[in-house]
């Protein structure tokens, strides 16, 4: 394999930096384990997501959106004088409001030569916030959910039912432990599992529920937790988008047996990178920290360290434990703004015909986001949702884009011809159980996915009129397209 191969390889993974030698070594080792037959659909697969606008870049953060300006014959197209009343623009994230104890931070790492405290100190502040007994640092979510998908040390073959719209860093730690994932529908109109939807995908091999809150919305958690206790499963919470938002008084994160968070620079608690496990199962804390951060390695007389699981050594470093130390310290107003500005967006959304914004449950005090959108009906546009997209990005809602490589059933190749040829782990299961994937397996998730137009520039930026702005741009749009 060529070098630029490699290169090719490993932006695929997703991974073009490593933090650890470790996890270099577990990257390339992953790379050069393709056979080209599974490259390939998997390097389409990328391919259509990368031309979607996002994975690739955040907008302001260096990256040019790649939409680019309207052509003489795309404004013809799109009738883009409609556009031209409207004024000003909106806010984005980067730069990142930083926290003002942030270079303090910094230079205590630096000054104690790397032997101060940072990490303690940040994981002791987090369980201050959110209430918790444990806060374990970690380099990333994705890292998060793989140490704790080590740490549940369940038999190959276990299931484990995950929300279907998610990222694919939701489910990977739990194909690396061989677990089998289970999707079950969305309620429909959201993005959203609940207990009605799980309840059908219980079997005598399902294990845990990884509930999912997406775009801010906090899944409906009391019934979940109920159904879990009922058949004796773990509640684990993905809160990467939904940081600092609460359900019935209670923060995400606290409301199941175990959660993940990230603490990415795009994110609501932006950081450089960076994640966390938090719980208050104090075994379950070591296995993770035993498991996830020292390899799994003992001390044995005679011999030295030996390694009684194959574990990993996924640690949050000093410096963005420094970083997201001084955010948290910020983290509170601007959630709360946050909520104000998308709550209004929500409103002005839902006064345009033919716009459908999310819907944000009775139960959610507070709307913590990172990632906004809204739904259009098909009946009443002449144009699809990929090109109602483009064209309020062009407009003015940088990074408009659909998110269809968010349906999980849909966008893993590999583990749906695992399932078809009963390959291992689907060996493992009873023969008569069948494993089916693909967007037809959960089609209200597909369906909501398939109209549902999202942005990730929604900040502590936002102002009134720039919620204005957002309307205005939906509107105009709206208007331009109408049957």
Known sequence: MSPAAIRSQFLLFGLSN???CTSAVFLLTAVFSLSSSVCSPAMAWGSRCRSRSMPCGFPGKGITYTGGNMSIQERAKYGAEAFEGITGSLPQPFPRTMGPNCLTYLQEVVSSGL???MIRRFEAAFENEMGIKHCIGTPGCTAALNILAAALNLEPGDEIIVSPITDYGTVMGLLKENYIPVFPDTEPGTPLISARTIAPCITNRTRAILAVHITGLICDMDPIHALAKKHGLTVIEDVCQAVFGTYKGRLAGTLGDVAAFSFDSEKTLGSDVGGCVITNDDKLAEQIRFVGQSRGGQMVEGLGRVHAVNGYALRITQSTA????????IIRPAVAHIDRMIRLITDKLAEIPGIIPLSIPDYMETYSCWMAGFSIDPNAFTC??????QQVAEAGLTGAGLGKYYLMPAALPFLTD???????????PPASHTYKYGANTCPNARDFLDNFIRW???CEKYQPEHCDLVAQ???????????
């Open 322 to 329: 420094a970083i997201t130390l001084a955010q948290l310290e």
């Open 18 to 20: 490593c933090s650890y």
């Open 473 to 483: 741009i939906v509107a105009a749009v709206a208007d331009q397209n109408r049957v």
């Open 384 to 389: 699809d949702a990929e090109s109602f997209a």
């Open 115 to 117: 032997q101060c405290d």
């Open 456 to 458: 990730t520039t929604i």
């Open 418 to 428: 695992k399932a078809e040829k009963h390959l291992y782990p689907f060996s493992k």
